[in-house]
């Protein structure tokens, strides 16, 4: 199973915007499905949002919907997670991880040490 880094989080105001990235350096992640989780102080991971492999299948959860945006590039060997119109409900650890698309299901229960996203003002 994939190895996976994730960065960008940080502090935002609601209405804020941040890009997460979610990389790895053995692995070529073209040719793996990706998705983005979070969990909430006192709650239980959840899933946000999917990728296939092709880039041509997305899944998001409701809540966020029109609001966020998961996208790749293959170049870079990176998947991205661009937020927008951030609310205070969106604050958590975000892991990725190999998932089940659309469904957003984790392949494996093992995770990183994902990146903090902080919605506050």
């Known amino acids: 199973q994939l190895q996976l880094v994730e960065s960008g989080g940080g502090m935002v105001q609601p209405g804020g915007s941040l890009r997460l990235s979610c990389s790895t350096s053995k692995w070529s992640l073209e040719y793996y499905t990706i998705g983005w989780f979070r969990q909430a102080p006192g709650k239980e991971r959840e899933g946000v949002s999917c990728l296939l492999s092709t880039g041509k299948t997305t899944g998001y959860a409701d809540s966020v919907k029109g609001r966020f945006t998961i996208s790749k590039d293959n170049a870079k060997n990176t998947v991205y997670l661009e937020m927008n119109d951030l609310k205070p409900e969106d604050t958590g650890v975000y892991y990725c991880?190999?998932?089940?698309?659309?469904?957003?299901?984790?392949?494996?229960?093992?995770w990183g040490l994902g990146t903090q996203v902080t919605v506050s003002s």
């Open positions: 991880a190999e998932v089940w698309c659309p469904q957003i299901e984790p392949q494996y229960d093992s």
